[in-house]
C-alpha cells in the first residue's frame, strides 16, 4: 500500500489522481489533501476518499468544516500546505498545486526523505538548481506527470543517458495553433479556453496557447532528465497521440504514444516501475490514420524562445518569468489586457530584472515578488484595475 499526499485534489490533475485511486484500493491511500477555495468540490472528495489531514486556502473555513469532520485535523494557507509535506506518516508526496505555492512543499517533501510526483511544473522553473541538489543530497525520486516529460522518463526505460541524443517534446499548439499573430490581436478568453485536445484547468490551458507552458516544460526537462537545453527539442504535433520522444545516438527515436488522458501518466508516477491495468479508451491508429508534425516557429511563439534564454542563463530569471507569467494569465482571463499582452509583458519584464544568482528560498521570493510587482505595473499603466 503506498501512501499518498495529494495537494491540489480538486483541480484537473488531482481529480483525476484520485480516480486513478480509487480504481486502485489495494495499491494507494490518501493520508492528505489540500484543496484551495473549492469547499463543495473539497466535500465530494471527502464522500470517496477517507483521510486524516486537509489543507484549504482560507483559515475562515476551519471551524465549519472541524465541526462536520471531527476525525480529521485542518489546516489553512501556505504553512498548511507545508505541513502536509512534512508528514511522517506517508511515502509520496503528489504535487498537483499550481503556480509558485508548489515550490516549497515540493522542496520540504524531498528535504524530509519523500518521493515526489510532479505535476506541478513551477516547482522546477522557478527552483530547479535548488531541487536538483535537494534530490542528490536526500537520495530520494521526483517522477513526472507532465504528459510530456512521463513520455520521455518512459522512453529512457533501459537505455543510457550518453546514448541519448536529443528529447524531443511535442506541442499541440494550444487553441491557436493555426492562427497567425496578426490574427491574435483581439481573441478572447473563450476563443483560448478552447483547447482542441486536452481538458485542462484554465490557467494552464491559457498557458498552452501562448506557448509559455511549453518552455515551461523545456525548463523542466532539463532539470528532470540533466540534459542541456540544446539538446532539448520542441516539435509541434497537432494531434496529442505521440506524447514526446527521445532520440537515440544511433539515430533510433523511441516514442510513447496514448490517448490524450492524464490518468495515464498519473498512474504511471505512482505505480513505476510497474505498470497496472488501467480501464481506459484504447489508441486506435488505424481510425487516427494520420499524425502531423512541424518544426516549432519560435517568432510565431516568442515565449518559447524566452524560456529557453532565461533557462540557459538562469539564476533570477525563470522564477521571475512564471510570477509575471501568472499575474498576466490571470489579468487576461479577467479581461484587464488582451492576449498579446501577456507576451509582451513578459518578455519586457524579464529583460529588465536585474540578474541575480538563485542560492537560497529567499532567493525565489524576491524574484517571485518582483515579478509580481513589475506585472501589477504593467496593468495598471495598460488601463486595467
Avoid at 498548511?80 to 509535506?85: I, P, S, V
Avoid at 524531498?110 to 515526489?116: A, E, K, M, P, Q
Avoid at 499541440?172 to 473563450?190: H, I, P, Q
Avoid at 501577456?342 to 528560498?361: A, H, Q, S, Y
Wanted: net charge negative.
Amino acid at each position: 500500500m503506498k501512501r499518498l499526499v495529494l495537494l491540489g485534489a480538486s483541480g484537473s490533475i488531482g481529480l483525476q489522481t484520485i480516480d486513478v485511486v480509487i480504481r486502485h484500493p489495494d495499491e494507494f491511500e490518501i493520508v492528505a489533501l489540500s484543496v484551495g477555495r473549492n469547499i463543495d468540490a473539497l466535500e465530494e472528495i471527502l464522500s470517496k476518499v477517507k483521510v486524516k489531514a486537509v489543507c484549504v486556502q482560507e483559515g475562515n473555513e476551519l471551524l465549519r468544516l472541524q465541526s462536520k469532520y471531527t476525525d480529521i485535523e485542518f489546516l489553512s494557507g501556505d504553512e498548511g500546505l507545508k505541513t502536509l509535506a512534512l508528514r511522517d506518516d506517508y511515502d509520496m508526496l503528489v504535487n498537483a498545486l499550481v503556480g509558485f505555492v508548489g515550490f516549497v512543499p515540493t522542496y520540504e517533501a524531498i528535504c524530509s526523505n519523500h518521493d515526489v510526483a510532479l505535476a506541478n511544473k513551477e516547482s522546477l522553473v522557478v527552483g530547479g538548481e535548488l531541487i536538483e541538489k535537494a534530490l542528490a543530497e536526500h537520495k530520494v525520486n521526483l517522477y513526472p506527470i507532465d504528459s510530456e516529460h512521463s513520455a520521455i522518463f518512459q522512453a529512457l526505460q533501459g537505455n543510457r543517458k550518453e546514448e541519448v541524443k536529443n528529447l524531443w517534446i511535442t506541442a499541440s499548439g494550444g487553441a491557436f495553433r493555426n492562427k497567425k499573430r496578426e490574427e491574435l490581436v483581439d481573441v478572447t478568453v473563450e476563443d483560448a479556453l478552447a483547447h482542441p485536445n486536452w481538458a485542462m484547468g484554465a490557467k494552464i490551458t491559457i498557458d498552452s496557447a501562448s506557448m509559455m507552458n511549453k518552455g515551461f516544460e523545456v525548463i523542466e526537462a532539463h532539470y528532470l532528465f540533466s540534459m542541456p537545453y540544446d539538446q532539448i527539442k520542441v516539435l509541434m504535433h497537432k494531434e496529442s497521440v505521440i506524447h514526446s520522444m527521445v532520440e537515440y545516438v544511433d539515430g533510433s527515436v523511441i516514442a510513447q504514444l496514448g490517448n490524450p488522458d492524464m490518468r495515464l501518466p498519473i498512474q504511471y508516477a505512482l505505480t513505476y516501475p510497474e505498470r497496472k491495468e488501467l480501464d481506459l479508451p484504447r489508441l486506435n491508429l488505424a481510425e487516427i490514420g494520420s499524425l502531423h508534425f512541424e518544426d516549432a516557429d519560435v517568432r510565431r511563439f516568442p515565449l518559447l524562445a524566452l524560456a529557453y534564454a532565461s533557462g540557459k542563463r538562469g539564476g533570477n530569471l525563470p522564477a521571475v518569468m512564471n510570477a509575471i507569467n501568472d499575474v498576466a494569465n490571470q489579468a487576461f482571463r479577467e479581461r484587464k489586457i488582451s492576449f498579446l499582452d501577456i507576451e509582451d509583458m513578459i518578455i519586457r519584464g524579464v529583460n529588465r530584472v536585474p540578474f541575480k544568482k538563485v542560492t537560497c528560498l529567499e532567493d525565489l521570493l524576491e524574484a517571485n515578488a518582483w515579478g509580481v510587482e513589475y506585472a501589477q505595473r504593467y496593468i495598471v499603466e495598460k488601463g486595467g484595475k
